[in-house]
């Protein structure tokens, strides 16, 4: 075992015993050497295999029910695995489940002793960092208070903070910081972002393509608990969110082609990536590709009042149709309306936003005052949005909409909210935050100090 890995996993798998009906267990366990079994066996993971070194931050992604959580469990001990073996060095500090492992009937304080005692601190190193704990959890005089009294969020408070503050070698992090409000999360993230530069290894689960980019040396993909790919973070979450958003009738396919893609794997600065993606990655990089099962399920139309929208799409400035984009890049969104009868002064519009439904921005053809006059019926317009995309990695919807006067004033005569979706690709190398790059340009400059500017004439 090399001194520089702090979690080895070894061909894990683990399999559950499925019951159709209640009685089925007993009958299991009375006659266990029965012609058949009693259940049928699901098998959650798949021979999982890799190692996570010290200090490494590795994010594992996957669709729902793909074995995140399991893996999780087993790497922890809560779980055993049913196959293959785990081995953990240091300490380990997790956070799987709002609460897990607190008495319900103990107070706060008397759970942190109680945590802390499972991590293998002594009373005396729990004594010395309670007071952080406790300030960190900010739950005031609730800390003196039985835990079954708490709220979710209070819960998650008071675990985080007796997570973060044993001081693991290891901190493994389900998706339990996603139910705090905004500003314990940034709070999260931040100690978080701190352990992750002293020097501790974290392992987590997250759906968030732009978080596991930015905080990730490494990522691993999960499907149908068969690890299909392990390397660079970009990479990873590029093949997960083809996966997610893949046709049912695609998955096959697509999970073939990754799988096939990481029996090509070789070591590059530390990550694994496959020969041939990396060659695919660098033309999607140029100025966007296509990808079919990128599709939204969320579109509302409204009824038609004498137009109607067509085949709204992102382009590339080369003319080719793009929903997977690059940062910095230039696009035209653009769409038909075909008209069903005579309309009086039309406009057009458009809108982006994010997966939350938050408008980040849009633009229309005109101010009402330079409307187009009049359309004759079986005419058709095509209109054009020329963007340059200045978003933050993710993925983000695009409205269409067409505007004519009427006897009510302006009205749509076509609208369709979320008629398309596009995913912009991981940049590592970006220092914007937030959502939008507003292309600011900084500077630092060393000012030297009095006694350094004395000394050095």
């Given at each position: 075992?090399?001194?520089?890995?702090?979690?080895?996993?070894?061909?894990?798998?683990?399999?559950?015993?499925?019951?159709?009906?209640?009685?089925?267990?007993?009958?299991?366990?009375?006659?266990?050497?029965?012609?058949?079994?009693?259940?049928?066996?699901?098998?959650?993971?798949?021979?999982?295999d890799?190692?996570?070194r010290?200090?490494?931050?590795?994010?594992i992604?996957?669709?729902?029910?793909?074995?995140?959580?399991?893996?999780?469990?087993?790497?922890?001990?809560?779980?055993?695995?049913?196959?293959g073996?785990?081995?953990?060095?240091?300490?380990?500090?997790?956070?799987?489940?709002?609460?897990?492992?607190?008495?319900?009937?103990?107070?706060?304080?008397?759970?942190?002793?109680?945590?802390?005692?499972?991590?293998?601190?002594?009373?005396?190193?729990?004594?010395?960092?309670?007071?952080?704990?406790?300030?960190?959890?900010?739950?005031?005089?609730?800390i003196?208070?039985?835990?079954?009294?708490?709220?979710?969020?209070?819960?998650?408070?008071?675990?985080?903070?007796?997570?973060?503050?044993?001081?693991?070698?290891?901190?493994?992090?389900?998706?339990?910081?996603?139910?705090?409000?905004?500003?314990?999360?940034?709070?999260?993230?931040?100690?978080?972002?701190?352990?992750?530069?002293?020097?501790?290894?974290?392992?987590?689960?997250?759906?968030?393509?732009?978080?596991?980019?930015?905080?990730?040396?490494?990522?691993?993909?999960?499907?149908?608990?068969?690890?299909?790919?392990?390397?660079?973070?970009?990479?990873?979450?590029?093949?997960?969110?083809?996966?997610?958003?893949?046709?049912?009738?695609?998955?096959?396919?697509?999970?073939?082609?990754?799988?096939?893609?990481?029996?090509?794997?070789?070591?590059?600065?530390?990550?694994?990536?496959?020969?041939?993606?990396?060659?695919?990655?660098?033309?999607?990089?140029?100025?966007?590709?296509?990808?079919?099962?990128?599709?939204?399920?969320?579109?509302?139309?409204?009824?038609?009042?004498?137009?109607?929208?067509?085949?709204?799409h992102?382009?590339?400035?080369?003319?080719?149709?793009?929903?997977?984009?690059?940062?910095?890049?230039?696009?035209?969104?653009?769409?038909?309306?075909?008209?069903?009868?005579?309309?009086?002064?039309?406009?057009?519009?458009?809108?982006?936003?994010?997966?939350?439904?938050?408008?980040?921005?849009?633009?229309?053809?005109?101010?009402?005052?330079d409307?187009?006059?009049?359309?004759?019926?079986?005419?058709?317009?095509?209109?054009s949005?020329?963007?340059?995309?200045?978003?933050?990695?993710?993925?983000?919807?695009?409205?269409?909409?067409?505007?004519g006067?009427?006897?009510?004033?302006?009205?749509y005569?076509?609208?369709?909210?979320?008629?398309?979706?596009?995913?912009?690709?991981?940049?590592?190398?970006?220092?914007?935050?937030?959502?939008?790059?507003?292309?600011?340009?900084?500077?630092?400059?060393?000012?030297?100090?009095?006694?350094?500017?004395?000394?050095?004439?």
């Amino acid at each position: 075992m090399s001194s520089d890995l702090a979690i080895e996993v070894r061909g894990v798998g683990k399999s559950f015993a499925i019951y159709e009906r209640p009685h089925h267990r007993l009958m299991q366990q009375l006659f266990p050497n029965a012609r058949r079994p009693w259940f049928r066996e699901f098998r959650a993971l798949h021979d999982i295999d890799f190692d996570v070194r010290r200090g490494e931050t590795v994010g594992i992604v996957g669709r729902n029910g793909s074995g995140k959580s399991t893996l999780l469990q087993i790497i922890c001990g809560t779980l055993a695995p049913t196959t293959g073996s785990v081995r953990v060095h240091g300490r380990v500090a997790a956070l799987l489940e709002l609460g897990a492992g607190f008495n319900p009937e103990f107070t706060g304080r008397e759970n942190v002793y109680l945590n802390g005692t499972v991590l293998g601190l002594t009373r005396d190193e729990i004594d010395r960092c309670f007071d952080a704990i406790a300030a960190f959890a900010d739950i005031g005089d609730f800390i003196e208070q039985p835990v079954k009294t708490y709220s979710s969020g209070m819960y998650v408070r008071l675990a985080f903070a007796v997570a973060i503050n044993v001081q693991p070698d290891v901190l493994i992090v389900d998706e339990a910081l996603s139910v705090g409000d905004e500003a314990f999360q940034r709070k999260c993230h931040a100690r978080i972002e701190a352990m992750r530069q002293n020097g501790a290894t974290i392992l987590f689960v997250s759906h968030s393509a732009g978080l596991v980019t930015q905080m990730c040396s490494e990522a691993i993909l999960l499907d149908a608990g068969e690890q299909l790919a392990r390397g660079a973070p970009k990479f990873v979450v590029a093949r997960y969110q083809k996966l997610i958003y893949a046709p049912s009738d695609a998955v096959g396919a697509i999970r073939a082609g990754i799988r096939a893609e990481a029996l090509d794997t070789v070591a590059a600065d530390g990550a694994y990536l496959s020969t041939a993606a990396a060659c695919a990655l660098a033309d999607v990089l140029d100025d966007g590709h296509f990808e079919p099962g990128l599709e939204p399920q969320s579109t509302v139309r409204y009824p038609s009042r004498g137009a109607r929208i067509l085949e709204p799409h992102l382009r590339s400035e080369s003319g080719r149709v793009v929903n997977v984009v690059r940062c910095g890049t230039t696009y035209v969104y653009t769409y038909r309306i075909a008209f069903d009868r005579a309309c009086r002064r039309v406009r057009c519009g458009m809108l982006i936003k994010t997966v939350s439904g938050l408008e980040l921005g849009g633009a229309v053809t005109a101010q009402p005052a330079d409307a187009i006059e009049h359309v004759e019926a079986g005419a058709e317009l095509e209109v054009s949005f020329r963007l340059r995309n200045l978003l933050a990695p993710g993925t983000y919807f695009l409205n269409a909409g067409v505007l004519g006067a009427s006897d009510e004033g302006e009205i749509y005569l076509d609208r369709h909210i979320d008629i398309a979706m596009f995913r912009v690709l991981p940049q590592p190398e970006r220092l914007a935050t937030a959502l939008v790059d507003f292309d600011v340009r900084s500077t630092v400059t060393l000012i030297e100090a009095a006694g350094n500017l004395e000394a050095s004439r």
